[in-house]
């Protein structure tokens, strides 16, 4: 880059220090051709921050001319030693270096230039009359390139440290950065990190919401399905032998008790958080069984194999298919018809086969809005649901008058095996 960006303040810094240094040769010196060198010098040591190479060119062109005219050096000559600081300092690396090229190139030329060429600042004698003077003239020539190499090559080093402490500190200042930005990056990680922590929170939230209507769903559902059925059984028995009624009324009773008591645990977990109460299992299938025959439903209850062990969690998805398919059959199928209830356990896996005969419509089938009867987690949905989250598969089927409901739900067994191939 030949002209490098400068504040407006050193390029006023830069132009002064050139007009001070040209009004002071003018005043040491009145000759015209000193004037014509100070000018030069004056313009490179104006231009030496702008364009270094520019300067260093300007400042070789003048002495050159300097030492062709044969005129003594004088005050103008210091803005070399300020040009090689800055050649230096500022210059590129390529240039930094043919800066010091130059001061010895230059102090080579300037020692011959004052010991052969012009030896007035001196004065000493070049006469040859022995080899005591040409040890004399050598030690002068020594001490002259010495002198000019010191003079030239001391503010070249000083632009040097100059440079070195330069990038030092933008070196330093990108560190600076570095860290800041590996400071902000650590905390944009940590942020996503707490982001996705409070994403996962809030799904697991909503899936124990899920969870919660699902169970709310079946408990209202089955409970109610049972007063209505008991309710309706003792209007009728109340015509034959009211006697019959307490029964009815007793089943009412312990049926809405128990819902009271499962909805206030569920409305309960669903306020705060806090542990899962017990939950349905297995061995509570026999009290559902009694509570629906109570309620009218003829249930062939069989076992097929040897049962396998289930998971808790398994478990309560077999309860709760089972609850609510014997709750449909109340709702929609034919209470007088037997309800065959089947668990075919095998080693991988329990089939369950719940089947009824469906009820003859006597109305039309009133249509739902999406999302009102077949919203996620409640119903068909809900059980085909609760069967995937367990690991198998439920699937229904409605022909010749007939409705089965096929849920496969896997073995620990097979999970075992599983585990242990991998």
Same mark, same amino acid.
């Given at each position: 880059m030949l002209f490098r960006r400068l504040a407006p303040y050193q390029l006023v810094v830069d132009a002064a220090s050139g007009v001070l240094l040209f009004g002071a040769a003018l005043l040491i010196s009145n000759d015209s051709f000193t004037g014509v060198v100070a000018l030069g010098l004056a313009v490179a040591l104006a231009v030496r921050r702008l364009s270094p190479s520019l300067a260093l060119s300007i400042a070789w062109v003048v002495a050159i001319g300097e030492m062709l005219a044969r005129t003594t050096p004088d005050v103008s000559n210091i803005a070399i030693c300020v040009i090689l600081y800055t050649v230096a300092a500022y210059g590129t690396d390529r240039l930094k270096w043919l800066g010091l090229v130059s001061l010895v190139v230059g102090a080579a030329v300037g020692t011959f230039y004052l010991t052969f060429v012009q030896t007035t600042i001196f004065g000493v004698s070049y006469d040859v009359s022995g080899i005591t003077d040409v040890v004399r003239i050598m $030690?002068?020539?020594?001490?002259?390139? $010495?002198? $000019?190499?010191a003079l030239l090559g001391l503010p070249w080093a000083g632009g040097l440290l100059a440079r070195s402490r330069s990038a030092e500190r933008t070196s330093r200042e990108a560190r600076l950065v570095a860290e800041r930005e590996t400071i902000r990056a650590e905390g944009d990680a940590a942020r996503?990190?707490?982001?996705?922590?409070?994403?996962?929170?809030d799904i697991a939230v909503e899936q124990e919401r899920n969870r919660i209507a699902r169970d709310m769903h079946d408990v209202v559902a089955h409970s109610l399905a049972v007063v209505i059925a008991q309710a309706d059984g003792a209007r009728y028995a109340a015509k034959v032998d009211p006697t019959s009624v307490d029964d009815a009324l007793t089943t009412i009773a312990s049926t809405a008790r128990e819902a009271l008591g499962d909805v206030r645990v569920l409305l309960g977990q669903l306020r705060h958080s806090q542990g899962e109460a017990p939950q349905p299992a297995l061995g509570d299938l026999d009290k559902l069984l009694e509570q629906m025959r109570a309620s009218g439903l003829r249930i062939d209850h069989r076992v097929v194999g040897e049962p396998q062990q289930l998971g808790t969690n398994r478990q309560l998805?077999?309860?709760?298919?089972?609850?609510?398919s014997l709750t449909n059959? &109340?709702?929609?199928?034919?209470?007088?018809?037997v309800v065959e209830l089947v668990f075919d356990w095998r080693y991988e896996s329990l089939h369950l086969l719940i089947g009824n005969v469906v009820r003859p419509l006597t109305r039309p089938v009133p249509t739902t809005t999406p999302g009102e009867e077949r919203r996620g987690g409640h119903g068909l949905d809900g059980m085909r649901e609760r069967a995937t989250l367990a690991g198998g598969s439920l699937t229904t089927q409605n022909a010749d008058g007939r409705f089965v409901v096929h849920a496969i739900v896997p073995t620990s067994a $097979?999970?075992?095996?599983?585990? &242990?191939?991998?």
């Open positions: $030690l002068q020539v020594g001490i002259t390139f $010495l002198g $000019l190499l996503a990190e707490r982001e996705a922590a409070r994403a996962e929170r998805a077999v309860f709760r298919i089972v609850q609510e059959v &109340l709702r929609h199928g034919a209470v007088d018809e $097979l999970t075992q095996e599983v585990g &242990l191939a991998r």
